[in-house]
């Protein structure tokens, strides 16, 4: 089984402009959650979304949007790209919101990409 | 306000013998769910251990375990028997619920283990 997949793996965009990433969930979950890495600290967390609803936003600019589509998928965009834009931006699915026992509450994360802004 | 704190930037371990990472959370909420993850040099996040605030007994997982000491507000790792591959960064974090009915997880700044041959 595929697990989540995210694309691109690298980038690398100017100041200013905009970047769309794309992540694509574990067949069957409906949620896909939004971090932003940066180099050197823990991932933070930009957004959550549920059966095509946005249902948790972080601290981040409005700069920052996402969407989910009827098959799950997911993307983020970024506008008007920042130095401090550069982190590794991380993807997580799961099959629900969190309720039930699995004690990994079904967060799965993928390999992330690497945005480097110039 | 600082909710995860992870007070070790890096650690040496021997390997074959056992490491601590130290964790401490603040939250006001009577429920909550604490995690370890490990992210090698690849990026991924690999989920280790989960720790309910409920949860009378310690969890484990083969060779990790949490020492959970609720009144502390502590959730340590703890890797038995280290191997080489556990070389990583390593993550302690909190799940809290949204506004929206949905859930985020708070990560602390991590520590990095080196294990040596």
């Known amino acids: 089984d595929a697990g989540v997949t995210q694309s691109p793996t690298h980038l690398i965009k100017t100041r200013g402009q905009h970047v769309t990433l794309r992540c694509s969930p574990i067949?069957?979950?409906?949620?896909v959650s939004w971090y932003q890495q940066v180099l050197g600290q823990g991932p933070q967390f930009i957004f959550q979304?549920?059966?095509?609803?946005?249902?948790g936003r972080g601290n981040f600019p409005d700069r920052f949007s996402a969407r989910q589509f009827p098959n799950y998928s997911s993307e983020l965009n970024v506008n008007a790209l920042l130095l401090g834009d550069s982190a590794l931006y991380l993807c997580?699915?799961?099959?629900?919101?969190?309720?039930?026992?699995?004690?990994?509450?079904?967060?799965?994360f993928g390999s992330g990409t690497r945005l480097t802004v110039v | 306000a600082q909710k995860i704190t992870q007070t070790q930037p890096g650690m040496f371990v021997q390997e074959k013998e056992a490491v601590t990472l130290d964790c401490t959370y603040d939250?006001?909420?009577?429920?909550?769910?604490l995690f370890w993850y490990k992210q090698p040099s690849s990026g991924e996040m690999i989920f280790l251990i989960y720790?309910?605030?409920?949860?009378?007994q310690n969890a484990t997982e083969g060779r990790y375990s949490l020492n959970f000491q609720k009144a502390r507000k502590s959730a340590n790792l703890v890797i038995s028997a280290s191997q080489l591959g556990d070389s990583a960064m390593y993550f302690c974090?909190?799940?809290?619920?949204?506004?929206?009915?949905?859930?985020?997880?708070?990560f602390g700044a991590g520590t990095r283990l080196f294990v040596k041959a």
């Open positions: 939250t006001s909420d009577p429920s909550y769910g």
């Open positions: 720790q309910g605030s409920y949860d009378q």
């Open positions: 979304y549920y059966e095509k609803e946005e249902r």
């Open positions: 974090a909190m799940r809290e619920w949204s506004r929206g009915g949905g859930f985020k997880t708070i």
């Open positions: 997580a699915s799961s099959s629900n919101l969190g309720q039930g026992t699995p004690a990994n509450y079904g967060y799965t």
């Open positions: 067949s069957g979950h409906k949620s």
